[in-house]
């Protein structure tokens, strides 16, 4: 079931890449060969900047899907965390240029021609990157993969984006120029903030942050633990996520005169009760401190 849910997201991402940069080099032609505006012109790079993030989000896809072997031992789930950052840091380039192209319009307003045609290419690039976005978001909800979600809303951020530059065109031929420069910045700061965003998340995955939904997850599977007759506590629960899974150690007391035999079946039904309860949690090692009860009251 994941692995067709990678599949699916796969095909989405490089399909979603080849659309962005065509709609991308159609707004740059068009914005800056025939209508000179500077919005138009920077929707079409980031349109450009978005189907790159796709296409690297799909790379990573593909190395996700790769078994685990003598050299990576874990697998190469992180390598979609670190798709999402490499990612992130190509779409804050992206801006810093927009905002620079954006702030010497603002300095020197100038009309835009034919703004309406303009408009309506813009149009109807929000249109499909709404589309797209949207679509691809749900999808990310049942593959739980951060860089999918990543993809979805940065598709979703362009539809939007687009949406401003036909407001900015409209206005503009209304004889608002200075329109045209305000909207570019405001498309430079939306992706600077949700770069900004997955670069903190993708960087605490990769260094085996726990915080967040991953302590509210090891609070409940130490809960789940101790539910199971047998365990007299669960002391110990480490996590760490790697792509859309998590991989985790449970440290669990038991009766000193616990056979071997015992333990595996309690062991057997923990894991069973964790992965029915939470499916993200790929692998759960679980160890055990036996406890002298026999004074016990």
């Known amino acids: 079931m994941k692995d067709n849910l990678v599949e699916k997201a796969d ?3 490089g399909i979603t890449a080849l659309i962005l940069i065509l709609l991308g080099v159609i707004q740059i032609f068009y914005g800056e060969l025939i209508s000179k505006s500077i919005a138009l012109t920077a929707n079409g790079i980031d349109c450009i900047g978005d ?3 796709s296409a690297v989000v799909w790379i990573g896809l593909m190395f996700f899907q790769k078994p685990a072997n003598q050299r990576f031992h874990y697998g190469y789930y992180k390598m979609e965390n670190l798709a999402s950052g490499f990612a992130a840091i190509v ?18 307003p100038r009309p835009v021609e034919t703004p309406i045609i303009g408009a309506i290419l813009a149009f109807v690039a929000a249109l499909i ?3 797209l976005g949207i679509y691809k978001f749900r999808r990310s909800k049942k593959s739980k993969m951060g860089s999918v979600k990543l993809e979805a809303f940065n598709t979703i951020k362009d539809g939007a984006a687009s949406g401003l530059t036909v407001v900015a065109l409209i206005l503009s031929s209304l004889g608002f120029y200075i329109a045209d420069g305000v909207v570019g910045i405001v498309i430079a700061a939306i992706i600077v903030t949700i770069g900004f965003a ?3 998340e993708s960087s605490n995955i990769l260094v085996d942050a726990c915080d967040g ?3 509210d997850l090891s609070f409940s599977i130490k809960q789940v633990a101790e539910e ?4 007299i506590s669960a002391r110990i ?13 449970l440290e669990i007391e038991v009766p000193e005169d616990m056979t071997i035999r015992e333990f595996n079946e309690i062991k057997e039904k923990i894991i069973d009760h964790i992965q029915e309860i939470f499916p993200e949690i790929d692998r759960c090692t679980i160890t055990v401190l036996k406890k002298d009860i026999s004074n016990k009251e």
Do not use: H, N, W
């Open 129 to 131: 990157a709404l589309g």
């Open 198 to 200: 997955a670069i903190k």
């Open 51 to 53: 189907g790159f993030v």
């Open 91 to 108: 779409m804050i380039g992206l801006a810093i240029f927009i905002v620079f192209r954006s702030y010497t319009q603002l300095l020197d």
């Open 237 to 249: 629960v480490r996590l760490r996520k790697a792509g859309p899974v998590y991989q985790g150690e």
């Open 11 to 13: 095909r989405l991402a």
């Open 213 to 215: 939904e991953c302590i």
């Open 228 to 231: 199971v007759k047998g365990v």
